[in-house]
């Protein structure tokens, strides 16, 4: 039987971040075990053109310039919560960065 889309969605994201994918049978909340993430997955057949092309695109052609990673920051009117999107990678290499004084990363890594 051939496996489902989410499945390798989850495995991609084990292994881009370095994580560990937990099975169904044994998963009681996170998709992914890592030291400093909390992962969950979610893989969509289409996500919402306004955030991910249109506001990703802005984000995009602002940084090119100054070299900056882009980051779209959403939030929902009547709360105080905001989230950061960025690329998987950028934020693997960030945290990389963050926890390891010794880290370089490769060339051009969050030059996104």
Request: with cysteine; net charge neutral.
């Amino acid at each position: 039987m051939k496996d489902q889309a989410w499945k390798n969605f989850e495995r991609r994201v084990a292994k881009v971040t370095g994580g560990e994918r937990i099975p169904i049978i044994g998963r009681q909340q996170l998709d992914i075990r890592h030291p400093y993430l909390g992962i969950e997955c979610k893989h969509r057949k289409s996500i919402p053109k306004w955030l991910f092309t249109d506001a990703w695109n802005q984000a995009v052609q602002g940084s090119k310039e100054n070299n900056l990673i882009p980051t779209i920051v959403v939030g929902e009117r009547g709360t105080t919560d905001t989230f950061a999107i960025v690329k998987l990678e950028a934020l693997v290499e960030l945290l990389a960065m963050a926890v390891d004084d010794d880290y370089t990363p490769s060339k051009d890594a969050l030059i996104l």
